[in-house]
């Protein structure tokens, strides 16, 4: 899953996609380097931010979307909490909702993805962006993260989307300490074993930035490194910005993995 941020303020790539001609040449480019889907937000979730009226998120994001399902071969999801948003971008051609809250920042946006029949990707998060880094506390990260999934799931299926649209996030960097990130990362197939599509989004967050000491334009191996640890674990989907190493990294593990199978 190729990020495509819209925003002025996003934490590694805010500003840079403001046009929607840009926009789109970025996304042809993720395409074209191997994403099976491609991740639209017009709302930082950075540490820290405030959020934006869903005015200016549609502002942002519509004009990017109505070129990419028009220009594009691969899905397009939409990264919001705003079921008036989600709503809008379903009609312009996107079909999968991204919603870091779980379905639970706006009552109607189980309504609003259930009607538009769209996959739904549950993330898990402690608090919301402005209050998420205030000292995390867990019993159990990775029990009490996968038990959280397990609820919005149901949660969302009593709402009306069907199981075999859900997927499910453990939420890397939403409320969890370094210590956390790197416990989920190691139990990422505790999520697989929950039985519905995982995705991980270890993307230059700042977890790999602590362990290797670096700022986010040098985060990229680090990235990488996760992107391995995910799919080993059987991960479906990574959310990455830097599509093309991703996708080369993936090909030459399944290479070797295939020679395994090949040899019997
Ligand atoms: N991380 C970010 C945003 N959306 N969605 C899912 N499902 N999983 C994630 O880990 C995730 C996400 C934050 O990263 P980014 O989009 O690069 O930055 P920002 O929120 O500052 O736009």
Redesign the pocket.
């Known amino acids: 899953m190729g990020?495509l941020?819209v925003?002025p303020d996003?934490?590694?790539?805010?500003g840079h996609y403001a046009d929607p001609e840009a926009a789109l040449m970025r996304a042809i480019r993720m395409e074209a380097e191997g994403a099976d889907l491609i991740d639209v937000?017009g709302e930082?979730?950075?540490p820290g931010?405030a959020g934006v009226p869903a005015a200016e998120e549609l502002r942002r994001v519509m004009p990017v979307i109505e070129r990419l399902a028009r220009t594009l071969r691969i899905p397009v999801s939409v990264?919001t909490a705003k079921a008036e948003v989600a709503e809008r971008a379903f009609e312009a051609g996107a079909s999968i909702l991204?919603d870091?809250t779980a379905l639970r920042h706006d009552p109607r946006m189980a309504g609003v993805a259930a009607r538009a029949k769209a996959a739904v990707?549950l993330?898990h998060m402690r608090g919301t962006p402005r209050t998420m880094q205030r000292a995390p506390r867990y019993r159990d990260v990775v029990e009490e993260v996968a038990g959280f999934l397990q609820e919005a799931a149901l949660r969302a299926q009593v709402q009306g989307i069907a199981r075999n649209r859900l997927l499910i996030?453990p939420?890397?960097?939403?409320g969890k300490t370094v210590t956390h990130n790197l416990e989920l990362m190691r139990s990422l197939d505790r999520f697989v074993a929950l039985g519905m599509p995982v995705?991980a989004?270890p993307?230059?967050k700042s977890f790999i930035g602590k362990v290797l000491e670096a700022d986010v334009p040098d985060r990229l191996v680090g990235t990488l490194a996760c992107v391995a640890q995910a799919q080993r674990c059987g991960v479906h989907i990574v959310?990455v910005?830097d599509v093309g190493p991703a996708v080369q990294l993936i090909h030459m593990l399944e290479a070797i993995e295939a020679s395994h199978a090949a040899r019997g």
Request: net charge neutral; aromatic share 6%; charged share 20%.
């Open positions: 990020i941020n925003t996003s934490f590694s790539d805010g937000g930082s979730t950075r931010s990264d991204n870091v990707i993330m996030d939420g890397l960097g939403f995705v989004g993307s230059r959310r910005h």
